[in-house]
């Protein structure tokens, strides 16, 4: 199964841009890029996905590398409501169903 | 729609005894997994069921853990005999078919095993 790496943890400044990255170097052509995030006691939440073109939502938006082997998800202006740990998943084809498997995901911290 | 609901929301036992959880995905959905978070292991898919059908239970842990959906709105996952280590927030998801369509999770269940 292909894998995402992510940083550990980041940092921002509440009211900035936040840029958290995501290589999956072994994509495969059919995989879609999810991004979800955990606040604190609460289950996994939607962000965002995409495939190959640049997404926008609500909530954030997504940057899909050309060659897909990485991607951004981008907070506008970090609140302190987005402090989470955000999770880049790959939810890939397989014979009979889905995988959708997390790896460790990026813990975001907002400082006022 | 309510969700995906899960339950209970909180379950203390003590070691060797049975512990049924519980998850009521979203009407519709064709997809459910269920989830185990530990702060060592992260998020660690168990099993996941399409049109109630299991299709991967790899990451069940042991022969102790077992999972069914008896039918598209109910599905249980059953350790027993259950151990200290089991302890645990288990969480349940559910998605449509399309890999381009997003997963509901629900509040999940933290089991205590004592």
């Known amino acids: 199964d292909a894998k995402t790496t992510q940083p550990n943890s980041m940092e921002s400044n509440e009211e900035e841009p936040v840029h958290l990255p995501c290589n999956h170097s072994?994509?495969?052509?059919?995989?879609?890029i999810h991004w979800y995030r955990q606040l604190p006691s609460q289950g996994p939440e939607y962000v965002i996905h995409?495939?190959?073109s640049n997404v926008n939502n609500r909530m954030a938006s997504l940057a899909i590398a050309e060659d897909r082997k990485s991607s951004t998800l981008i907070l506008h202006r970090a609140t302190l409501r987005d402090a989470a740990v955000y999770y880049c998943?790959?939810?890939?084809?397989?014979?009979?169903?889905?995988?959708?498997?997390f790896g460790p995901g990026t813990r975001l911290s907002v400082l006022p | 729609d309510a969700g995906v609901i899960q339950s209970p929301r909180h379950e203390v036992t003590e070691m060797g005894q049975e512990v049924t959880l519980r998850c009521k995905p979203i009407?519709?959905?064709?997809?459910l997994f269920w989830y185990r978070q530990t702060m060592m292991r992260g998020l660690e898919l168990l099993i996941y069921?399409?049109?109630?059908?299991?299709?991967?239970d790899s990451g069940m842990p042991e022969d102790r853990f077992s999972a069914k959906m008896p039918n598209a709105s109910f599905s249980t996952l059953k350790i027993q005999p259950s151990e200290p280590r089991d302890s645990a927030v288990y969480f349940c998801?559910?998605?449509?078919?399309?890999?381009?369509?997003?997963?509901?999770f629900g509040q999940g269940t933290r089991l205590t095993v004592v």
């Open positions: 069921f399409n049109n109630n059908v299991p299709i991967d």
């Open positions: 995409g495939l190959t």
């Open positions: 009407s519709g959905h064709d997809y």
């Open positions: 998943i790959l939810r890939q084809q397989r014979t009979y169903g889905q995988n959708f498997v």
């Open positions: 072994t994509i495969s052509g059919t995989d879609y």
């Open positions: 998801a559910s998605s449509l078919r399309g890999m381009n369509t997003e997963a509901f």
